[in-house]
């Protein structure tokens, strides 16, 4: 047990040099992504709809304990069915080991049974840049009126263990009801976990 937690400890580290992350409370950055299957999504054209970002890496250990628990999967599913618009980016860079072609990455996204409204590729990482991601998975929740509500962890437990999802307060669930409940976001950031993206040139 302990050698996966300091091969975890190591990839939380090794984030690469990149902006800030964006602050709650501001507009969110634009950006105009062509996702998995070839259509456009544009984030000036969402607005009037909640929007979450979600970062994610299929290699990436604490991408897995929330894909292989099925909690990323309801999360997609609970709140795409709410009329939540959820866009899984993956920044890897073309030439890193670890990156997919599209056609790659929506198979993945098939087989683990998730349901984004959209995949999408950064391989430039223009957009992970703009918004200060730095680890998979990193949450964004954007309200309808375009502002960042919420950014970081996906929850509190900061490890690779499936089972920790069961007791963890989970962030976005916790912002996107608040939200929805007319509420300010009470815990509108905290510090991102997991494996640093594999940006190009970082």
């Given amino acids: ?117 959209y995949v999408a590729l950064d391989a430039d990482g223009k957009v992970g840049r703009a918004f200060g991601a730095r680890t998979t998975p990193h949450m964004y929740v954007i309200d309808p009126a375009g502002k960042l509500v919420y950014a970081g962890a996906i929850d509190d437990k900061r490890s690779t263990n499936p089972t920790d999802v069961k007791t963890a307060n989970n962030y976005v669930a916790q912002a996107l009801g608040e939200l929805k409940a007319g509420k300010a976001v009470s815990t509108p950031a905290t510090q991102a976990y997991g494996c640093s993206i594999k940006y190009a040139d970082s």
Avoid at 45 to 52: I, M, S
Avoid at 90 to 104: D, M, R, V
């Fill in 1 to 117: 047990m302990l050698k996966p937690l300091i091969a975890a400890a190591a990839l939380l580290l090794a984030a690469g040099p990149i902006a800030h992350a964006q602050a709650p409370g501001r507009d969110a950055p634009s950006f105009t992504l062509t996702d998995v299957a070839g259509k456009r999504v544009d984030l000036a054209t969402l607005r009037g709809k909640t929007v979450v970002l979600e970062w994610t890496n299929p290699s990436c250990p604490f991408v897995q304990k929330h894909y292989g628990s099925g909690n990323m999967q309801s999360l997609q599913k609970r709140f795409t069915g709410q009329d939540v618009v959820w866009v899984t980016i993956n920044s890897t860079a073309a030439g890193h080991a670890e990156y997919l072609k599209p056609a790659q990455q929506a198979d993945w996204m098939t087989k683990q049974g998730g349901s984004p409204t």
